[in-house]
């Protein structure tokens, strides 16, 4: 994995220098730290969160980022920052003339979630020309600049069917809950899948569902099947698993394992509902946004960078179940607590070419 190195730069970009800075990476706007301050922390940095669009997941991603913006705001790194929410329906063309209007306001880092990968690639550089730190999230980028962080759709697809597998003893009948067919992270997500259940020829596939990553849609789709199905010993995939024990509840029908979201909602109903059956949570993280914000600071600093950052999703067990029913809100999303050491023995790892690993609990 190449890492280049990001410096600021303090005088004015010629349009020469900003093609160059285009191939090299991303880099700051001047004025705030020196390529020689090199060790130096940043201070009175300016922030900025463009997100494509609003759904729960990104409300609780929204709310870490301004909570941890919040402290670096404290200690003097952050000056200022803002979160600016594109209007409309995820539409890429508003998300690029938002971008553009926050360009204008001289951020030293703009922090990005792309209603489109494809789409926004323009904007995303010109950003990176204008001399801004620009940081991707939650969305695979091909991009000539700009640091991604993100959780990776196939690993998400093995998080979602690999402990439904070992809660059945490798062996029985599964549903596959599938997600928004179509998407590029939907298909990353089950192409896993169908290579790890290639793996296990004990495991017979008797149905799939479109259940776009919703429980109330996941538990539609089972009601109009499950007359016709045999005994369901797990149905694994794109979260859901609330809509999906209902059904079966609703038939008089034992609960197979399930996959929950990680919402306070959600995971109070799975407590509540008294399932031990090796059912499980997971889902791409909303902390995601906190490990982003260290990268940044550490591309501020001068430090080699990698041009993607891909860090583990969170899974919630059984034994962690009590934990995040008392520590979340109803409509919170579970969030590994990122921070700005864990942050850098991520980027060592990924920099030595070894697993990253999530902070633990703080029990």
């Not at 990104?58 to 402290?71: G, M, N, V, Y």
């Not at 690993?155 to 599938?178: F, T, Y």
């Not at 997500?189 to 996941?218: M, W, Y």
């Not at 960078?305 to 899974?315: D, M, R, S």
């Given at each position: ?87 409309g ?36 550089e ?15 980028m ?86 016709s ?7 694994p ?12 509840e ?55 960078v ?58």
């Amino acid at each position: 994995m190449k890492f280049p190195t990001i410096r600021r730069t303090l005088t004015a970009i010629t349009a020469v220098a900003a093609a160059a800075l285009v191939l090299a990476g991303c880099s700051s706007s001047p004025g705030t730290q020196t390529a020689g301050a090199g060790e130096d922390d940043p201070k009175g940095l300016k922030i900025a969160l463009s997100n494509g669009f609003v759904n729960g997941w990104r409300l609780t991603l929204i709310d870490k980022f301004e909570t941890e913006a919040e402290k670096l705001k404290s200690d003097g790194t952050v000056s200022e920052f803002s979160v600016v929410n594109a209007p409309g329906e995820n539409s890429a063309t508003e998300q690029a003339s938002q971008i553009r209007s926050l360009m204008l306001k001289n951020p030293d880092v703009l922090m990005v979630i792309p209603a489109s990968s494809s789409a926004l690639k323009p904007v995303i550089e010109e950003a990176c020309t204008a001399g801004i730190n620009v940081i991707i999230l939650d969305a695979d980028m091909d991009t000539s600049c700009g640091t991604v962080v993100r959780n990776e759709y196939g690993q998400w697809g093995a998080d979602s069917l690999e402990p439904a597998l070992e809660a059945i003893s490798g062996k029985g009948n599964v549903v596959i809950n599938r997600g928004v067919v179509g998407s590029q992270p939907e298909e990353a997500f089950h192409a896993r899948q169908q290579e790890i259940l290639a793996e296990h020829p004990d495991v017979k596939v008797v149905a799939e569902i479109n259940g776009f990553c919703d429980s109330a849609t996941a538990q539609k789709e089972i009601v109009g099947i499950l007359g016709s199905l045999p005994e369901v010993d797990a149905v694994p995939g794109c979260i859901g698993g609330m809509g999906v024990v209902q059904a079966f509840e609703s038939a008089g029908r034992e609960a197979p394992v399930v996959v929950f979201d990680t919402d306070g909602k959600s995971l109070k109903f799975w407590k509540d509902s008294g399932i031990d059956n090796g059912s499980f949570a997971a889902l791409t993280d909303p902390g995601q946004v906190v490990a982003a914000l260290y990268v940044a600071l550490a591309k501020e600093r001068g430090e080699d960078v990698p041009t993607e950052v891909v860090l583990p999703l969170v899974q919630v067990a059984q034994a962690d179940l009590d934990y995040w029913v008392d520590a979340l809100g109803t409509d919170e999303y579970a969030a590994i607590a990122w921070d700005e050491s864990s942050i850098e023995a991520a980027l060592s790892a990924i920099a030595a070419g070894e697993p990253v690993e999530a902070p633990a609990l703080k029990k």
